[in-house]
């Protein structure tokens, strides 16, 4: 079954990544582990809260590349237990939010559990430019 893509629009253009991006995204938002809250603190400010319980500081890594906030959990394997029932799993996780252009990172804390991770949004300036129009001799210029 071929897929139709909201992006093969002839006038959408250089919008590879950003298709790449939702496709990534919609395969992973199956998974519901962590479990997590995005909060809305003001304006200009979000908090992403992910329950990590179990997990310390040395486990988790918090990254951004390409406008897109990786979240990785990896416990350690306690080799030397000896289980008679196991009901906290040891689990490994990697959660990805995707980011809108001027959104930063001011920091991560782990506080009773929990993952809390700031972020801001600072307005992008408005840009308008004008394109100068040259005049051409009639002939394709490729």
Do not use: C, W
């Not at 400010?45 to 486990?59: K, N």
């Not at 980011?99 to 700031?118: F, K, Q, S, V, Y």
């Amino acid at each position: 079954m071929t897929r139709v893509s909201p992006f093969g629009s002839p006038l959408l253009l250089g919008f590879d990544r950003l298709e790449e991006m939702v496709d990534r995204l919609s395969r992973s938002a199956t998974d519901g582990y962590p479990p997590y809250n995005v909060v809305h603190l003001g304006d200009e400010r979000l908090r992403i809260s992910l329950a990590v319980a179990g997990f310390d500081e040395a486990d988790l890594d918090v990254t951004v590349q390409r406008n897109e906030l990786h979240i990785r959990g990896r416990q350690t394997e306690d080799n030397g237990a000896v289980y008679l029932y196991r009901g906290i799993a040891a689990r490994q996780f990697h959660r990805t939010f995707l980011l809108a252009d001027g959104i930063e990172i001011d920091g991560a804390r782990l506080d009773n559990g929990l993952l809390h991770i700031e972020l801001t949004r600072h307005a992008a300036p408005e840009i308008v430019k004008t394109i100068a129009i040259e005049s051409g001799n009639g002939a394709d210029n490729d």
